[in-house]
């Protein structure tokens, strides 16, 4: 691997979601959001954790943004909170929220790190979730306003703007499954959101284009690679309606402008997709100069026999209820180790299998890994050193197929590890950390893990150490 070198200009960044490092959660304006509201619901999250006050980023955005710099990063992906800069979900903006961003942007700037913005990233103003929530296509409306605004505020000084990251946990694990804020249970309403979701990521892409031409247009999607448990028609079957759930899904309206027929077929008892209507899939098309790609861990299912005890290992979290609207004759199967703190299987060759596809299916669309990391079980070592050699690992591992499919033939143009900061983690609370700077929440100090220093060498020589 010490021969592995990527091209000059390949970006290197880290990156960031707004509920899990801000805090800040009452100030200035900032309004509720449904993640507001979810962990302050008790048994929603662990040990009753909330992002109150996270990782206090809010106040210390000055001194995190020097620490990107002094990582050699070329970029930063955070995102702006919706309640924050419109608190109520509608009409005019928040000036002491936009002013926030704009002091971020602007820092980012001098500084020499592209700003890439992500629109939403899970915290939908509370009082548009009492209006419906995502299934409900007036929430796309008001997306589109947001986008509008907050764009205009921002102009193109915002090198990337994103609109939507990983809209198939707002759907399927805030409206399905309930894992996820606002944490309803309601398969129809979870297609509900996937189509509206699409339908505001199309409208506010054009908003984009119009007030913003100069910037690049995203957006990221935790694309499942699924594979099935054996060569059997049953288990590529389930496979196959896995991958219209998870994939499908969003790549058809987003980059093709229609839904896949099977996906259609397969969820046809849990709603009749009439809010779908003429011309939505047009304009969820919207031309991407990017698409983001997050990646983690692998799905291996098979048929289930519908006797034997299920499994129910899909690695999103445990509920009473499935994620996977219309595919109860699938089963989930547990994979084999090694596995990260939050039990994901770790297997990098799924990285490379997904760019390649991504490469064949959509050949001339560049892509960016806009999320990858793993959270361990970090240890403080007596001189105060965090010697994460697991993540380390993780990191080399996941880069160099990166590489490979690079050298494959995939356009990948930067990798952004996840993430800058341990973070509210969601469900999981404080007791997941991804970063690769520690904080302490008691203290709020951050300290370099052995991997940002490792990281640092990536990025200031574009070779994997």
Request: net charge negative; proline share 5%.
């Amino acid at each position: 691997m010490s021969d592995v070198v990527f091209p000059e200009g390949f970006v290197w960044g880290s990156a960031t979601a707004a509920y899990q490092i801000e805090g800040a959660a009452k100030e200035d304006g900032r309004g509720p959001s449904i993640w507001d509201t979810y962990s302050h619901t008790p048994g929603r999250t662990l040990n009753g954790d909330t992002g109150d006050v996270a990782a206090d980023h809010y106040h210390r955005w000055a001194d995190d943004l020097d620490q990107l710099s002094a990582l050699g990063l070329a970029a930063y992906r955070f995102s702006i909170a919706w309640p924050r800069v419109q608190p109520g979900g509608s009409g005019a903006l928040n000036q002491a929220g936009v002013d926030f961003y704009s002091r971020l942007v602007d820092r980012l700037l001098d500084l020499g790190i592209r700003p890439v913005a992500t629109l939403y990233h899970w915290d939908l103003p509370q009082v548009l979730e009492d209006a419906g929530g995502w299934p409900a296509r007036d929430t796309a409306a008001r997306f589109a306003d947001y986008a509008t605004k907050i764009v205009g505020a921002l102009g193109d000084r915002v090198h990337t703007w994103t609109t939507f990251n990983e809209p198939w946990c707002s759907a399927y694990l805030g409206y399905a499954s309930g894992v996820h804020a606002p944490g309803r249970t309601e398969p129809a309403s979870a297609l509900a959101a996937v189509h509206h979701l699409n339908l505001a990521h199309g409208l506010a892409g054009r908003v984009i284009r119009d007030l913003a031409p100069a910037a690049q247009l995203s957006v990221t999607l935790n694309l499942h690679v699924i594979r099935p448990a054996s060569d059997s028609a049953a288990d590529a079957d389930a496979a196959r309606r896995i991958d219209a759930l998870a994939n499908r899904a969003f790549l058809g309206p987003m980059l093709d402008g229609a839904y896949p027929a099977d996906l259609l077929a397969d969820t046809a008892a849990v709603t009749d997709w009439s809010f779908v209507r003429d011309g939505d899939e047009h304009t969820a098309a919207v031309p991407l100069d990017v698409l983001g790609v997050n990646y983690y861990s692998t799905t291996l299912v098979r048929a289930w026999d519908g006797v034997s005890p299920k499994s129910d290992s899909d690695g999103h979290g445990r509920s009473a209820h499935s994620a996977w609207v219309g595919s109860e004759s699938v089963e989930f199967l547990p994979q084999p180790g090694p596995y990260t703190a939050m039990g994901w299987n770790i297997e990098p060759a799924g990285l490379t299998e997904l760019l390649l596809r991504l490469h064949r299916e959509y050949p001339e669309l560049p892509l960016m890994i806009t999320e990858n990391g793993a959270a361990f079980d970090d240890v403080v070592s007596p001189d105060g050193a965090i010697h994460d050699d697991r993540r380390i690992d993780y990191l080399r591992r996941h880069i160099a197929a990166t590489h490979e499919a690079m050298a494959a033939g995939a356009d990948v143009r930067g990798y952004f590890v996840w993430s800058l900061l341990d973070n509210f983690e969601w469900a999981y609370g404080y007791d997941r950390r991804f970063g690769i700077i520690r904080v302490d929440y008691d203290t709020q100090q951050r300290t370099w893990k052995d991997s940002a220093h490792w990281y640092r060498r990536l990025t200031t020589t574009n070779r994997l150490p």
